[in-house]
């Protein structure tokens, strides 16, 4: 039931694009991103609720492709403070509780 | 702003003994959650409360408690504590009830609890 996350980590140049996947086994009425720094909390980044929708924030942008029951998280022209584990959080439909996959570290180097 | 507020930040406890972690949020949200955090898991749902006087159990409640106590405040107890409780605990809330899901969580600081 858990979403399940690609890649696990992935290691980034400042100013490289890199794309991180969330894919469920169940069909998905919404899809959360959050970031979560080393100790700190996490933070909400973007909600997706259509099918095909896409938003972006900076840099960051996301998709969500309800027939395939994915989403993906683009990062373009990354940045040092983009440093940090992501996680998707996903709503099956009828379901009452947003369940967040294992995340994905992403490390920029300078 | 505060946001959530979580207290204590720490704790060690001893198998077998009982403490209660404290939430309180002050966005005027509806809905509260606890989740923990293990390495390589994600965050887990352990409770959570849709609204102030309901609560509802999520992935992994066993061994827990909670109390929505008012809009604002939200407790999560553990009766006797188990080397397994071992990890990073983090409340959350939301303007909506998370069945709706199309408001963000925000979350507090987290409390690192270990359990010898």
């Known amino acids: 039931q858990q979403p399940v996350q690609s890649p696990q980590a992935v290691i980034l140049r400042e100013g490289e694009d890199a794309v991180i996947n969330c894919s469920s086994s169940k069909a998905l009425y919404s899809v959360h991103w959050y970031r979560q720094k080393h100790g700190e909390a996490p933070v909400f980044l973007m909600i997706l609720l259509k099918g095909g929708e896409q938003k972006g924030h900076d840099k960051i942008s996301a998709s969500f492709n309800e027939k395939k029951q994915q989403s993906s998280l683009y990062l373009t022209a990354s940045q040092l403070s983009y440093s940090g584990t992501y996680f998707c959080g996903t709503n099956p439909r009828g379901g009452n509780k947003l369940v967040f996959g294992a995340g994905t570290i992403l490390r920029v180097k300078s | 702003n505060a946001g959530v507020t979580q207290t204590p930040k720490f704790q060690v406890l001893k198998t077998g003994q009982s403490m209660t972690l404290q939430c309180a949020q002050d966005?005027?949200?509806?809905?509260m959650y606890w989740y923990r955090q293990d390495p390589g898991m994600g965050l887990r749902l352990i409770y959570y409360?849709?609204?102030?006087?309901?609560?509802d159990k999520g992935e992994v409640p066993n061994g827990y408690n909670v109390s929505r106590l008012n809009k604002r405040e939200f407790s999560l107890r553990l009766e006797s504590a188990a080397p397994s409780q071992t990890s990073v605990y983090f409340c959350?809330?939301?303007?909506?009830?998370?069945?709706?899901?199309?408001?963000?969580?925000?979350f507090g600081d987290g409390t690192r609890l270990s359990i010898l």
């Open positions: 959350a809330s939301s303007e909506a009830p998370q069945a709706f899901s199309n408001q963000p969580q925000h």
């Open positions: 409360s849709a609204s102030e006087g309901t609560t």
């Open positions: 966005m005027n949200h509806n809905s």
